[in-house]
């Protein structure tokens, strides 16, 4: 078979022929919006998905003979994390009115909204698109929300190039079908900014069989994308996008004056797995080549070509790029790109090693302008006792009107703003608990969770809801073998399916039954390794004692400098396994610690109060307890 024979499928997915049949995803969706129900019939809800919405139900509410509490998740599209200060007041003003009042900042640099009913989702897609905003292709088998690194340094072009080219990217393979307007606005078509005429007549070129002429969908065709396809564009030396978690990564490559030559690719990336599928499991984008400027979109092009031609659709499990790379090899995989590029791709341009930056805090633009990075727990937006981001938020884009960046780990930046600002926001934040990031400890600043329980279908353990206590108890157990100011990425997901990115974490738990987590250990700091599982099945409650024999090893044997997500790599799992099972574990030599359950309205409470006060959570607590037996 020669590299641009199509192979021969037996045999579809199910999702396959939902796709076909859905008139340029249509059906059922259209017909279905129209009926006084709570949610949608299982075809429409894999249509809908293109549309940027999942279903869902609060499994909290579940009642055994009684309907599920449908509700609706809602995803925006922003490239490069971008929320003008219009759309986010928006999205704040519809999750109180239509959602559960909070919003969520996602690992793709949007925003989600979550517990709308069906009957308010047409008025909130809406909303959002007649306020710059869009859900259209943030989920779905297609490109995904297209990343970029968020920091606005107006000083270093390279970054706005990152910036100018993730919008293009996003641009070039946005759905052309026009059954999200119909559907949402009734046909209207909001006006939105000018596409780049390079983008318009890149998706209209057909090159070498890359596109369907005279379709409604020119690069997508009927079928659209074996599986969700995810994009980012970034800079030589940063790896806050996680570049090697995507299935194509773009590096700029300029000269010394800013000036733009082309693009290093990376493709194959992918971290989605299913639990006792060893035929599923992640894997690290792998480095393609180099692409002058001027061929960037025909290059997207020939390998979204070549995933959406060749990629498995028929077992939805095996349909990522990930699994085509791996088969294949690079070799063979970049000659077919070339054969639909329609010319030899570049040997890659040397680069600098890649690092995490998270880029909290106050810096400056390069324009005379500054920049706030502020952490976001998990990504969550809410007000919750003395901790009032929400409305710090509401109050300083209304006052001041800046635009935001979303980060990929699910912070915000808040860039825009004149120098003579800075004393009033921080009046704001202040007033409304927000602590700075100095004062965040670093396991919580460079952790990450999926929301999991209650609202994912997926979710088999708790995440979100989870982390927060797990960190304590970690930070705790540090204390406790002499590492007190030791930190590393920890991630943890409800599932396997990675949304997290659990698996380029130092430390990462993910769900493998109820109250239990694998537990992956090993990958690098700055995200460029994968970790490998350590613990197939962690019950929550034995965290100290399957981590403190690592932690004891890790004190005993690290390197200079070394950190604990390289240290675990270096030893290797069969030694810290060997370790752990002869270890007997420490005696503190202190007063023996008691553990109380609390509900999670009052633990919320009692946190919010601790880190308003200054006070740890454990004298906080004491002090009540003793004032409440002392009455």
């Not at 020669?2 to 192979?7: G, I, R």
């Not at 249509?47 to 009684?66: A, E, P, T, W």
């Not at 080549?289 to 499990?317: F, H, M, P, S």
């Not at 752990?580 to 509900?599: E, F």
């Amino acid at each position: 078979m020669s590299l641009s024979t199509q192979p021969v499928v037996k045999k579809v997915s199910k999702v396959e022929g939902i796709k076909e049949h859905s008139n340029a995803l249509r059906e059922p969706v259209a017909t279905e919006i129209q009926q006084d129900t709570t949610h949608f019939s299982e075809d429409a809800v894999q249509i809908l998905k293109f549309h940027g919405s999942y279903q869902q139900d609060n499994r909290d509410n579940r009642v055994k003979g009684q309907e599920k509490d449908y509700q609706f998740m809602l995803r925006t599209r922003n490239p490069g994390g971008f929320i003008p200060p219009q759309l986010y007041l928006v999205l704040d003003q519809l999750s109180e009115q239509y959602g559960n009042g909070t919003l969520r900042a996602t690992t793709r640099q949007g925003f989600q909204l979550h517990g709308v009913l069906k009957q308010n989702l047409k008025t909130v897609i809406a909303t959002i698109v007649r306020n710059m905003g869009s859900t259209l292709g943030a989920c779905g088998d297609l490109n995904r929300n297209v990343m970029a690194p968020p920091a606005p340094f107006k000083h270093r072009p390279e970054y706005t190039l990152a910036w100018e080219y993730a919008n293009h990217v996003a641009d070039l393979l946005t759905p052309q079908t026009g059954a999200y307007y119909e559907i949402w606005l009734d046909g209207e078509k909001v006006i939105s900014a000018e596409e780049n005429p390079e983008v318009v007549a890149a998706r209209r070129r057909n090159g070498n069989g890359t596109i369907f002429p005279d379709h409604e969908e020119p690069i997508y065709g009927t079928h659209y994308m074996p599986r969700k396809f995810k994009i980012a564009v970034t800079v030589p030396g940063d790896n806050s996008v996680d570049l090697f978690s995507q299935d194509v990564s773009l590096v700029v490559i300029t000269d010394a004056d800013g000036t733009l030559h082309g693009f290093n690719v990376y493709a194959g990336g992918g971290l989605g797995r299913t639990h006792n599928k060893e035929e599923t499991f992640a894997r690290v984008a792998d480095p393609i080549g180099y692409v002058n400027k001027e061929d960037i979109y025909d290059l997207v092009k020939a390998i979204v070509a070549t995933q959406r031609d060749y990629g498995d659709r028929g077992d939805r499990r095996h349909a990522r790029m990930k699994y085509l790379l791996h088969d294949w090899g690079v070799e063979r995989f970049r000659q077919q790109v070339e054969q639909y590029f329609g010319k030899p791709i570049q040997p890659l341009k040397p680069l600098p090693a890649f690092e995490y930056k998270d880029f909290l805090g106050w810096h400056e633009q390069g324009d005379g302008k500054l920049f706030l990075g502020l952490s976001i727990e998990n990504g969550r937006v809410k007000d919750e006792g003395t901790f009032q981001l929400k409305t710090a938020l509401r109050e300083i884009i209304t006052t001041f009107s800046l635009p935001m960046r979303v980060t990929p780990h699910q912070n915000i930046l808040l860039y825009e703003i004149d120098p003579e600002h800075k004393a009033a926001i921080q009046a704001i934040l202040q007033r409304c608990g927000i602590q700075p990031e100095t004062t965040i400890d670093p396991l919580v600043r460079y952790s990450m969770a999926c929301p999991a329980l209650p609202t994912c279908g997926l979710a088999i353990a708790e995440s979100e809801r989870a982390l927060p206590r797990f960190l304590e108890r970690i930070r705790a157990l540090l204390v406790k073998v002499g590492l007190p100011d030791e930190h590393f990425v920890v991630r943890m997901t409800g599932c396997p399916n990675g949304c997290a990115r659990p698996y380029l974490a130092e430390l990462a738990f993910v769900g493998q039954a109820p109250d239990a987590y694998q537990v992956w250990l090993g990958a690098d700091p700055n995200q460029t390794r994968l970790a490998k599982p350590y613990a197939e099945k962690m019950a929550a409650a034995d965290l100290e004692k399957t981590l403190e024999p690592l932690f004891v090893l890790f004190k005993q044997k690290r390197q200079a400098g070394e950190s604990f997500g390289n240290f675990c790599d270096r030893v290797g799992l069969e030694a810290l396994r060997h370790f752990a099972a002869t270890y007997q574990p420490q005696k503190s030599g202190r007063k023996p610690r008691y553990r109380i359950g609390i509900r999670d309205e009052v633990y919320s409470r009692l946190k919010a109060t601790a880190l308003d006060q200054g006070i740890p959570m454990s004298e906080l607590a004491t002090k009540a307890i003793e004032a409440y037996l002392n009455r």
